[in-house]
């Protein structure tokens, strides 16, 4: 498995767990399936570009830190969007960003080298 599916598939979870966080925000609830399909996405396109990165860099800080404004910048964008509640997205959005980036450097399968 390479680190973009990788990091697909525990953004795409973890973005699930970010959206279920919206149930202690009670004026959230009767959204709650909105904001957890929104927050799947968030975390699936953050996986995606997180594993981009991750296949090009061999530095954990440097996926570590390009996680968390992913992360961060999906999130503040989707904040905007709602033009409130910025802490309550942008805090688990970051967190999603930086698990999946150390996650895909750590942890993912690398790839053999051929020369």
């Known amino acids: 498995m390479n680190k973009v599916l ?8 973890l973005g699930i767990i970010d959206g279920s966080t919206a149930w202690f925000t009670p004026e959230a609830r ?5 904001i957890v399909v929104g927050s799947t996405i968030k ?3 953050t996986g995606v570009l997180i594993g981009a990165f991750a296949r090009k860099v061999s530095s954990l800080a440097l996926v570590i830190a390009f996680s968390l404004a992913v992360g961060g910048l999906l999130s503040f964008w989707v904040a905007h969007m709602q033009g409130k509640y910025y802490l309550e997205i942008i805090l688990p959005g ?3 960003g930086i698990i ?3 996650a895909a450097q750590r942890y993912s399968p690398a790839k053999p080298r051929t020369s």
């Open 6 to 13: 990788f990091a697909l598939i525990v953004g795409g979870a």
């Open 100 to 102: 999946t980036g150390f």
């Open 30 to 34: 009767p959204m709650m399936a909105q």
């Open 94 to 96: 970051s967190l999603v």
């Open 43 to 45: 975390g699936l396109m």
